[in-house]
């Protein structure tokens, strides 16, 4: 690990080098540096012309011999000079020492400089560098990581227009900065205190920031998610007896629904997105407005736990399966029940509609599967063959067959001619989820450790996926099938290549068991919730977290600058903004913050002004707001 610090020589060494520098130089020099606009700092400092003009903005730091006073400054600059050439060269201005691969070796280096005042001073210097000469903007990055891992103070400082790049800045305190004109690419702002900071016209893009992908609303476990079809909105279910309603754009709770009075197990969306049904421990069903998040209808009937509700195709019916043994269909208009499905001699474990809404299919703790006739609410056939309970039915795209999956085993049935087409053994354990590919032509099933890929035609094992080190609960195949996720008791979620069986990704994030995990309609973002109480969204393109706000936000008029002056808005907007939250977590904070025009976007390519605005930031139109403000 100690390779990438020792090209020419060691770093800690090349930092000792300006443990003696008298301070003041660095602002001496960084102002000729602006005033003259340079673009080359190691050649205008090497120019021993340049080095005189220095001199002369110098020659009053201290109150000693002028000749030695002189001596002592030429020396200065020399020594300063130096180093910026060795740095230069060093991989210390090519690679991000904010890395997992440089994090000992990082480690080390701060044990070793961060006692030395002037070498802090020097990192700061360093970071100004950047809005000078960008040949030593890496350098300045990893400065600025270094000087937040150290927790130097960096509060009430002016940082316009550095450039920061390929770093982390986890957990940063800056609260109160002048970061105007400043420009961050492929930066970790996560648990960055940007409270009463000057935020006009930066560049900030390709921001990475996931701490914010977790959903927080829910205090116990997450049982079931579920996107509208518009894919604006996310539904959870909890076993803190309330529904909550996100929004995905922002990632913001839209609104929590109260009324249930014990664990909510499902959670589903009519086709159109106007209702959200939901199924609890309580033994009843509600119908709730997505829009005004109002109760519409509460269904009562069931005599036991209902573990699933399930929309019909047009949205008028909804089917619901009950440990009461029973299957009920409601009508969605009236809230009044139109069948009780009576045959199962256990629970309830699944219900599916056909893809034309006129068949149910549901698979019960009899280890039995039935289909029913949905207009007339009377049993089709009876499907028997499966030894155990039936875990999970699904039907084919083009619903001529059904899946069902049970202990070690899954069937394959001809839902016209009501018979087996195929048995698919090789799982050693219960199967709890199966689904089809959107093609119809692959099957997908989760058990203990392994998912497994079945051609429908043939019956025959496509691949075996191997990876989770625990329980598969939930697999969920992309909408263009080329992608396959599953969530485990693992606490992770998996992308799988449907074509070549491979991994794809890992998702880490969660912190318990992943109970349910569903794609979006255009397939772009993976939704996931889990027994941490936490629902979480997933960039599938990318494998990473992602926290969406308003892709629409338009850029804010008039272009200005405010100097960083004690009777600046800064100075005065900040007086009731706290420069520190102290939390056992890093936590994301901008209330006070100034924002004129500019770009803050995310890696996901979504601008982050939504977010500042919801975490209390001032949002300016014009000159006059700032004054205002």
């Not at 002048?178 to 961050?184: A, I, T, V």
């Not at 499902?266 to 033994?283: H, I, M, Q, R």
């Not at 039935?370 to 155990?388: A, F």
């Not at 338009?554 to 200005?560: A, E, N, S, V, W």
């Amino acid at each position: 690990m100690q390779s990438s610090f020792k090209q020419k020589e060691a770093l800690a060494d090349i930092f000792a080098q300006v443990k003696n520098v008298d301070e003041q130089m660095f602002g001496v020099i960084l102002k000729k540096l602006r005033k003259e606009k340079v673009k080359d700092c190691i050649g205008y400092l090497s120019d021993n012309g340049n080095q005189s003009q220095t001199l002369q903005q110098g020659e009053n730091l201290k109150q000693r011999d002028k000749e030695q006073q002189l001596s002592d400054v030429r020396n200065d600059i020399k020594q300063i000079t130096d180093v910026l050439r060795k740095l230069k060269d060093h991989d210390f201005n090519y690679k991000d020492f904010s890395s997992v691969e440089n994090e000992e070796s990082t480690l080390n280096l701060i044990n070793s400089i961060k006692h030395n005042r002037r070498i802090i001073d020097f990192l700061q210097f360093l970071v100004h560098i950047t809005s000078i000469d960008e040949t030593l903007i890496q350098g300045g990055s990893n400065s600025l990581h270094l000087l937040v891992q150290m927790k130097v103070d960096l509060r009430n400082k002016n940082f316009e227009n550095i450039k920061i790049q390929n770093t982390s800045l986890v957990g940063a305190n800056l609260a109160r900065c002048n970061l105007s004109e400043s420009q961050f690419n492929n930066v970790d702002i996560s648990g960055i205190n940007l409270n009463g900071a000057l935020l006009f016209n930066c560049q900030w893009r390709e921001l990475k920031i996931p701490e914010l992908n977790k959903l927080h609303g829910h205090s116990d476990y997450v049982r079931s998610v579920c996107f509208s079809s518009d894919e604006n909105t996310l539904a959870s279910g909890s076993d803190d007896k309330s529904i909550c309603l996100w929004d995905v754009k922002t990632g913001q709770q839209i609104a929590k629904l109260d009324g249930h009075t014990s664990t909510v197990y499902s959670v589903c969306f009519s086709p159109d997105g106007t209702t959200l049904a939901s199924g609890s421990e309580d033994n009843s069903i509600r119908l709730w407005d997505v829009k005004t998040g109002q109760s519409k209808a509460k269904l009562d009937g069931h005599e036991h736990y209902v573990m699933s509700v399930y929309f019909s195709p047009d949205g008028t019916t909804l089917a619901s399966g009950s440990n009461d043994k029973s299957i009920r269909l409601w009508d969605v208009n009236t809230g009044q029940q139109k069948a009780k499905l009576d045959g199962h001699t256990s629970t309830v474990i699944s219900v599916c509609f056909s893809p034309n809404g006129n068949t149910l299919a549901s698979g019960s703790g009899d280890n039995s599967i039935r289909l029913w006739d949905v207009k007339t609410g009377q049993q089709k056939t009876k499907l028997n063959g499966h030894e155990h309970y039936v875990m999970s039915v699904c039907f084919s795209p083009d619903g001529t067959t059904l899946a069902s999956g049970s202990y070690q085993e899954i069937r394959l049935w001809d839902v016209k001619k009501e018979l087996q087409k195929a048995k698919l053994d090789s799982h050693s354990n219960y199967i709890n989820s199966v689904c089809f590919s959107p093609d119809g032509n692959t099957l997908a099933s989760g058990s203990y450790q392994e998912i497994r890929l079945w051609d429908v035609k043939t019956g025959e094992q496509k691949a075996k996926l191997d990876g989770h080190t625990s329980t598969v609960v939930s697999v969920c195949f992309s909408p263009d099938g080329t992608t396959l996720a599953s969530g485990s008791v693992d606490n992770s979620i998996r992308l799988w290549d449907v074509k070549t069986g491979q991994q794809n990704d890992k998702l880490d994030g969660h912190e318990h068991y992943v109970m349910s995990v569903c794609f979006s309609p255009d397939g772009t973002t993976l939704a996931s919730g889990s027994d941490d109480k936490s629902i979480r969204l997933w960039d599938v393109n990318t494998g990473q977290e992602i926290k969406s706000c308003d892709k629409n936000y338009k850029d804010l008029l008039t272009q200005f600058k405010i100097p960083l002056q004690q009777n600046s808005p800064i100075s005065q907007v900040s007086n009731y903004i706290t420069t520190l939250l102290i939390s056992q977590q890093a936590i994301f904070q901008a209330q006070g913050a100034l924002i004129l025009k500019g770009e803050f976007i995310n890696q996901s390519g979504i601008d982050l002004k939504t977010l500042f605005k919801q975490k209390g930031s001032c949002i300016l139109e014009n000159q006059l707001d700032c004054k205002q403000q």
